[in-house]
């Protein structure tokens, strides 16, 4: 691209010089040094006298903006354009850099194509890096030394490393700085500081370069441990734990209360419940009960609940001779038949009251003997 625009600039100044043969014309006043910041514009003057033919700008050597009198501006590139002013005593030419970079940097040239007649500033490109400190904030402790390291990250050219303390600056003394070289043409410093404290401050790194307007920084806030302190804080970090723990324990021990009042209450209801379920229960039963006996002494009468048992006693019942075999023709006349209505064997209940008992009924039946026979001998003393 450079080969390209040199070889469209050679014509063109061949040409406008040409007609200038003979004419004498100077640079009254060329460009000056330039530092500025990557990306940023680069601004350099030219001014000619009156009868001027031809300006070319270079860089490192390099044609990169022709202006002519009877034309103007002749821009090869977006990078490099300029503006011109004219007044009596001459001609102004300003070239712009525009975004320059690192390789911008180097012999900017101003020429009018007459012989020495050239003038050239330098322009310095920089880079402004990184800058930061491990650590924002240290504890030490009393008669405690502590090293704090800044680190500086691709800058150009190196930066310079200074650090301060409460707005004043610390000797150079106390601190090492070194400086490496990284990639892309780009450098690198690292700064530690070794310091003593004695009281709480604020410690701030700074790195400069031409470039830069004001200085980039870093701070870090070093807090200073008095063992009085400490012992104190030791004190009432303990104490503030144990109120803690005696908070935390009285709030367990109030959950867990009101858990054992609910238990005891849900066990005390359902209790309650089963009790009433086990009364309606029997009361169930009871009924049931009573309505089976109301049955029973309606179908086999009432016992008598006075009647108290004699004792018991040996009974022996005399055996009866078998009778000699009857006759089947057998009459008997009416008027001389005797019948008794009552068995030779009669079992029964006797009841309070009654004269004459009634024979026992089936479900009598099955009574002891000895109400039996206590029976029997009754009714035999009454007949």
């Known amino acids: 691209m450079e080969r390209f625009q040199q070889l469209i600039l050679i014509p063109l100044i061949l040409t406008a010089s040409l007609p200038g043969l003979g004419f004498c014309y100077s640079i009254i006043n060329g460009p000056t040094n330039a530092t500025v910041l990557a990306g940023s514009e680069a601004h350099f003057n030219c001014t000619v006298s009156v009868g001027w033919v031809i300006l070319i700008w270079l860089?490192?050597?390099?044609?990169?903006?022709?202006?002519?009198?009877?034309?103007?501006?002749?821009?090869?590139?977006?990078?490099?354009?300029?503006?011109?002013?004219?007044?009596?005593?001459?001609?102004?030419s300003e070239l712009i850099i525009h975004n320059t970079q690192l390789s911008d940097s180097g012999k900017i040239e101003c020429s009018i194509q007459q012989l020495s007649e050239s003038s050239f500033a330098f322009l310095s490109v920089q880079v402004n890096g990184s800058l930061f400190i491990k650590n924002s904030t240290l504890a030490v402790k009393e008669n405690s030394t502590?090293?704090?390291?800044?680190?500086?990250?691709?800058?150009?050219?190196?930066?310079d490393i200074a650090w301060m303390t409460n707005d004043s600056f610390i000797d150079k003394s106390k601190y090492v700085t070194q400086q490496s070289q990284g990639s892309n043409d780009l450098h690198n410093a690292l700064s530690i500081l070794t310091l003593t404290?004695?009281?709480?401050?604020?410690?701030?790194?700074?790195?400069?370069?031409?470039?830069l307007?004001?200085?980039?920084?870093?701070?870090?806030?070093?807090?200073?441990?008095?063992?009085?302190?400490?012992?104190?804080?030791?004190?009432?970090?303990?104490?503030?734990?144990?109120?803690?723990?005696?908070?935390?324990?009285?709030?367990?021990?109030?959950?867990l209360l009101i858990i054992i009042i609910a238990v005891v209450v849900r066990c005390c209801c359902l209790k309650k419940k089963g009790s009433t379920y086990q009364n309606e229960i029997?009361?169930?039963?009871?009924?049931?009960?009573?309505?089976?006996?109301?049955?029973?002494?309606?179908r086999h009468g009432s016992e008598n609940q006075g009647y108290i048992p004699e004792?018991?006693?040996?009974?022996?019942?005399?055996?009866?001779?078998?009778?000699?075999?009857?006759?089947?023709?057998?009459?008997?006349?009416?008027?001389?038949?005797?019948?008794?209505?009552?068995?030779?064997?009669?079992?029964?209940?006797?009841?309070?009251?009654?004269?004459?008992?009634?024979?026992?009924?089936?479900a009598d039946w099955g009574r002891n003997e000895e109400t039996v026979y206590s029976w029997k001998d009754s009714w035999r003393l009454k007949t």
């Open 59 to 92: 860089s490192n050597g390099n044609p990169v903006l022709t202006v002519i009198n009877s034309q103007g501006a002749v821009e090869t590139s977006d990078r490099f354009t300029s503006q011109n002013y004219t007044s009596s005593n001459g001609f102004t």
């Open 146 to 159: 502590v090293e704090i390291v800044c680190e500086a990250l691709g800058w150009a050219p190196a930066p």
């Open 197 to 211: 404290p004695t009281d709480t401050e604020v410690l701030t790194c700074l790195a400069d370069i031409e470039a």
């Open 213 to 255: 307007p004001n200085p980039q920084n870093a701070t870090v806030t070093v807090i200073f441990v008095n063992s009085t302190i400490e012992n104190d804080y030791s004190e009432d970090s303990r104490s503030t734990w144990v109120i803690v723990l005696a908070v935390v324990l009285s709030l367990v021990g109030i959950i």
């Open 282 to 298: 029997r009361k169930v039963s009871a009924e049931k009960k009573k309505d089976g006996d109301l049955e029973n002494r309606q």
């Open 311 to 362: 004792e018991p006693r040996n009974v022996q019942i005399p055996r009866i001779a078998s009778l000699p075999p009857m006759s089947s023709k057998f009459t008997v006349p009416a008027a001389d038949l005797h019948t008794s209505s009552v068995p030779k064997c009669f079992y029964g209940r006797l009841e309070e009251g009654v004269k004459n008992p009634s024979p026992p009924s089936g």
